[in-house]
């Protein structure tokens, strides 16, 4: 008798150490994801997808502006989206807050920036701080080139135009894609014409293009050239109807050297996101057991072996 309840002790005691892993039920299988466009997000979402995938969930990645993104987290037609990028899109966190719409899972990646940035050769010209480009008004055309309508990046330069800060009011903000920012900024290095455009880490632009972040900006890009932290949302209530697939989201944490690599993928060799994030994972098995951590799958089976399985390890 004292044997058996040693015996059930000790299985107490390996159960506490070894936490059963819990099944998500059927109704989290489908697991929408918001995307802005930016590569740096697809990146990261198709990276989720293929793990989740694996895992037995069904992501949908939905693409949409910044702002019908966070509308739609607020109205819980999307459960999570990986590019919370602060302090820039802090008045879209503050209305979530305000109507308690949304919880923030993990910061997801540090050592991020995101301001105004010209080519080096621009930079020789003497323009290197926001206030040294109204002296050079004529040779931009007025012009900053920045991202699509709505993003929040686009609104700060807007902001800094209508107050005249810089002397930039008469100038104005060409929106466009960031496929179409690029191409116009590699455009303007190969004739070696004067540009200012919006420039951000993590992106492989800091590879190929030679380029100066420019100073000043703090006021509407935050200090460090816009330094900035990316944190991954989920609506309200999410994580307890789907503890295991939050947890997975707690778990999934980047670096810039990862994302740089994946955006190299997508941008430069002209891959599928999905492919691009298949290869990176077996190219960086590694990473799998952290962000696998007490993640099961849909089933409940354990997940870092289902994953494996899935890409062929």
């Not at 010209?125 to 206030?131: A, C, N, Y």
């Not at 503890?243 to 690599?261: C, D, G, H, K, S």
């Amino acid at each position: 008798m004292a044997h058996r309840r040693f015996c059930l002790a000790v299985a107490a005691i390996l159960s506490l150490s070894a936490p059963a892993l819990a099944a998500d039920p059927e109704s989290c299988k489908t697991i929408r994801l918001s995307d802005p466009g930016w590569t740096d997000i697809s990146s990261t979402n198709a990276i989720a997808s293929v793990l989740l995938e694996g895992l037995g969930y069904a992501p949908e990645v939905q693409t949409l502006s910044v702002l019908v993104g966070y509308q739609s987290l607020k109205n819980q037609d999307i459960d999570v989206f990986l590019g919370n990028w602060m302090p820039a899109q802090q008045k879209f966190v503050d209305d979530l807050n305000a109507a308690n719409a949304a919880e923030v899972l993990v910061k997801n990646l540090t050592g991020a920036k995101f301001t105004l940035a010209v080519p080096n050769y621009v930079a020789e010209m003497g323009v290197r701080d926001f206030s040294d480009l109204d002296a050079h008004a004529d040779a931009f055309d007025r012009e900053i080139y920045g991202i699509e309508p709505g993003a929040p990046a686009n609104e700060n330069i807007q902001r800094m135009i209508a107050a005249d800060d810089f002397g930039l009011g008469d100038w104005s903000v060409v929106e466009s894609s960031e496929a179409g920012m690029l191409a116009q900024v590699a455009r303007a290095e190969r004739a070696q014409e004067p540009i200012v455009f919006l420039a951000w880490a993590p992106h492989p632009m800091n590879q190929n293009f030679d380029i100066t972040y420019l100073a000043g900006g703090d006021d509407y890009f935050g200090p460090d050239y816009g330094g900035a932290e990316v944190f991954t949302l989920a609506r309200s209530g999410w994580s307890e109807q789907c503890p295991n697939a939050a947890q997975f989201f707690r778990n999934l944490v980047f670096t810039i050297e990862m994302e740089n690599e994946m955006m190299g993928k997508i941008l430069d060799e002209g891959k599928d996101p999905k492919a691009a994030a298949a290869e990176f994972l077996k190219a960086h098995p590694e990473v799998l057991e952290p962000w696998l951590a007490e993640v099961a799958t849909l089933e409940g089976e354990p997940g870092l072996p289902a994953v494996k399985a899935s890409l062929g390890l």
